[in-house]
Structure formats: structure tokens, C-alpha cells
């Protein structure tokens, strides 16, 4: 009788130790073992009255323990990205089945691979995954741990002819450098690739669990990818896709979501190149700027961003701004602005003004999230040009539009318009009589004669 109650208390602490009777349990087998070894003691060796003050320190331990094992979320170091696993198993061998054949496998390989440099892998007790293990209640664990890539689900073990596990799971991507928009898309392209019903016998359960956590590791380093090009940091973003891609060309075996991340992987490659390519041409790397844009148009020919510094080197470093625009006029289909920019800008350089001053009008009228970014840029790049002796005074045309209807800068709107007039030629009269409007409206703005 004694080892049945002994027994069925060592149970009830160790399978239930989150419960309050877990830790009634537990604290009965500490005073229990306690006592036992009190009788080992030699008599007038420790007095009891003593030796009960050290029992009573130990359960304040014990009590302090389960406290922090109950109730405790880890929170994210800001260094680095957070994986945080929350997935509940209904039995205890469940749990200890996805510990050991899926979870262990996912932190192993993490740790070993590209990914070790940028997560910490958090992984949600069981009986504390039971609570948030779904879209309603996701985003309240998320206030605590603060995490990026979020695996939730649930994995049941049940007679189904065989004994058979079923895993269930879903995805959320809340990174914290991109916009709400940006992280719903990629919690879209995140679920898309994750498995999000899988059953297998109980006789398989290592071969079933191992299967899905390389698809989680895929799907995790295909959208830790895209998240690290949209943060600005294409190079980490190439050797995770690159590193997927040669995984998933090299399996003989495709596996749930291979296929979707194989129809996107390689325009993202392309993006990603010609995000280096432009940070090579900034630094006049003329060698590694041709490099990564050969790469980016051999994955993708219609690759924005490569048409983008295609044209800007055409331009720049090849002076054949004929060239440059014809490149530039392949983006037309393109929802973004900084294509536009750069056609006004070659219409004005070749002194096909009417053709640049349509151009103006609707960038004129038009309003994007990272337009006054582009502007700047634009303005940058002219003040550049005519400090470098070029004699092309319908540039202080350009910049005075940019500064006056996207940068609302009047001071400096009004210092290049002026200087335009001052310099214009016949063949700008349309363009001056603009010029000459706004100087009114921008002497009337800043209260100027």
C-alpha cells in the first residue's frame, strides 16, 4: 500500500508538477525523502528542530521553482530573431515523442546551419502551449516573448486502425523591422509552405516527426529570407534562399510546400542580387556591381530592381543614356515610382522635354509609401551631376519640381527654379513659364517679395 501511494504521488508530480497538486505531490515526496534520510543520521548528530528549518527551506525552494516553472515565458534577446515553438501534445508520451523526433531535430539543425547566426529557438511548455496554441491567442504570447516566426499547432496520438499521430500547424510572421502589411504577407507565404495536417503511425513516429520538421526548417529559412531582404540585409537573405534552393534542387524527395517555395524562389534570388548589385554600384565596385547583376537577370530578366541600376549604369558608367532609357521603359508595368523618376529625368537629359513633363504631371499626382525617399535620392544624384561642371541647366528645373512638390523644401525649390531661369535656352519656354508659376505660388508660401 505504502509504494501505491508512494508511486501514484511520484506520477501525479511528475506528469502534473504545473498543477497545484503537481506541487502538493512533489512537496509530499521532498518531506517523505527528507524524513528517510533524517533516519540515517546517527542520533545527536542534528538536532530535529534544526533539520525541520532546512525541510521548510528547501519547500520555499521547491515553491519558488514552480512558480518560475508554471507561469515563466522567456523573452527574446533584441540580438537576434526569435523561433518560438508553441505546440501542444494531449498525452505526455505526445510530448515526449515531439520533444525528442521534432522539436530536438528543428533546434539541432538550426544551431548547425545559416539560421544559428540570426535565432534564438524558444520553445513553449505544454501545458502553457495549451493556452496560446492558435490564431486568437498567438498575439497575446507574442506581447510577452517578443518573438519574430511563430510555429503553433497541436499533435494528438489516436487509434485510427493503427496507433497514429496526427500534427497539426500553423504559422504567424510578426517581424518587427516591416510594416503590419508586410508581415501578413509573409505569414501567408509562411503558412503556404508549412504542413498543415500530417498523420503517421506510431511504428514511423521518428521518420513522421523528422519529415515535418525539415518542412518547418524550410518553410522557416524560405521566409526568414524574404524578412531579411525587406530589413535590409540582402546578403543574409541570398545565403538563405541560396542554401534552401540547393536543398530543395538536390531532394529526390519533394516534400509539402516544395513546390511553392520553388515558384518564388528564384525571383526573390533575383531581387536580392540586384539589391547588392546597387550596394556595389554605390560604392563604384564596377567588378562585383556586373557580377550580381548578371546573377539577378539570369534567375529573372524581367527583374524590377535589376531594370532599375541596369538603367542607372547605362547611364553612369557606360554614357549611353539612349540605352539607359529604352532599359527603363521595360518597367512601365511596375506599381512603384522610382521608375518614373528616372524617365523624366533621361526625357530631360536628352531634351525631350515634353515627353519629361508628362512624366511630371503624375508624378505629380502620385503618392507612395517611399517617395520621399526616391526624391531625395533623385536630388542627390542631379546636385551631383551639376557640381561636376555638366551643362545641363534644365536640372535645376528637376530639382526645383522635386523640391517644391515632394520635398515642399521652398528655399531650396526657389533657389534652383531661379537659377533655371537665369540659364534656361528657347527651347525650354514651356518649361519656364511653369517655372515661373511656381516661383509666384512659392514667394506668396513663404511670405517672400
Not at 545527536?44 to 514552480?66: N, S
Not at 496554441?133 to 504570447?141: C, G, P, T
Not at 539612349?322 to 530631360?348: G, M, Q
Request: glycine share 4%; aromatic share 14%; hydrophobic share 40%.
Amino acid at each position: 500500500m505504502q509504494n501505491y501511494i508512494l508511486e501514484k504521488t511520484y506520477n501525479i508530480a511528475s506528469n502534473y508538477f504545473h498543477k497545484w497538486y503537481g506541487l502538493v505531490a512533489s512537496s509530499f515526496l521532498t518531506i517523505t525523502i527528507a524524513l528517510c534520510f533524517y533516519k540515517l543520521i546517527p542520533d545527536d548528530k542534528i538536532r530535529f528542530l534544526w533539520y525541520t528549518y532546512g525541510i521548510i527551506g528547501l519547500e520555499a525552494c521547491l515553491f519558488l521553482f514552480w512558480l518560475f516553472y508554471t507561469f515563466r515565458i522567456p523573452q527574446n534577446n533584441k540580438k537576434r530573431a526569435g523561433l518560438v515553438i508553441c505546440i501542444h501534445a494531449d498525452t505526455n508520451e505526445s510530448e515526449q515523442t515531439l520533444k525528442r523526433d521534432f522539436i530536438s531535430i528543428i533546434k539541432k539543425k538550426i544551431k548547425s546551419g545559416e539560421m544559428g547566426e540570426i535565432f534564438n529557438v524558444h520553445v513553449i511548455k505544454n501545458h502553457l502551449a495549451i493556452k496560446f496554441n492558435d490564431f486568437k491567442n498567438i498575439s497575446k504570447l507574442h506581447k510577452k516573448i517578443k518573438g519574430h516566426i511563430y510555429i503553433f499547432g497541436e499533435t494528438k496520438k489516436r487509434k485510427h486502425g493503427n496507433e497514429q499521430y496526427f500534427l497539426s500547424l500553423d504559422g504567424l510572421v510578426l517581424h518587427k523591422p516591416v510594416v503590419q502589411q508586410v508581415s501578413q504577407e509573409l505569414s501567408k507565404d509562411f503558412i503556404a509552405t508549412l504542413p498543415k495536417g500530417i498523420n503517421f503511425q506510431d511504428s514511423f513516429a521518428f521518420a513522421g516527426f523528422q519529415i515535418s520538421a525539415n518542412i518547418v526548417l524550410r518553410s522557416v529559412e524560405y521566409v526568414s529570407g524574404i524578412a531579411a531582404f525587406i530589413s535590409g540585409n540582402p546578403f543574409l537573405a541570398t545565403r538563405l534562399h541560396t542554401d534552401l534552393k540547393t536543398k530543395l534542387m538536390s531532394s529526390q524527395q519533394k516534400l509539402p510546400g516544395d513546390n511553392v517555395i520553388l515558384s518564388k524562389i528564384d525571383s526573390l534570388l533575383s531581387d536580392e542580387y540586384a539589391i547588392i548589385a546597387t550596394y556595389y554600384f554605390g560604392k563604384n565596385d564596377q567588378k562585383n556591381t556586373y557580377k550580381n547583376l548578371e546573377l539577378s537577370l539570369k534567375l529573372n530578366l524581367n527583374c524590377y530592381h535589376a531594370l532599375n541600376i541596369q538603367s542607372i549604369i547605362a547611364f553612369s558608367w557606360e554614357n549611353d543614356p539612349k540605352k539607359s532609357l529604352s532599359i527603363i521603359k521595360r518597367c512601365h508595368h511596375f506599381n512603384d515610382p522610382t521608375w518614373r523618376y528616372n524617365e523624366a529625368f533621361l526625357h530631360f537629359w536628352l531634351g525631350n522635354y515634353v515627353s519629361a513633363w508628362k512624366q511630371c504631371e503624375k508624378i505629380k499626382n502620385q503618392n507612395y509609401p517611399n517617395e520621399l525617399f526616391v526624391s531625395h535620392e533623385v536630388t542627390q544624384f542631379n546636385e551631383k551631376l551639376l557640381n561636376s561642371s555638366t551643362e545641363k541647366s534644365v536640372l535645376y528645373f528637376w530639382l526645383g519640381f522635386n523640391y517644391y512638390f515632394k520635398q515642399h523644401n521652398l528655399n531650396f525649390a526657389l533657389t534652383n527654379l531661379e537659377t533655371f531661369m537665369q540659364k534656361a535656352d528657347n527651347t525650354m519656354l514651356t518649361l519656364k513659364q511653369k517655372a515661373s508659376g511656381w516661383l509666384i505660388d512659392i514667394k506668396k508660401e513663404g511670405n517672400w517679395k
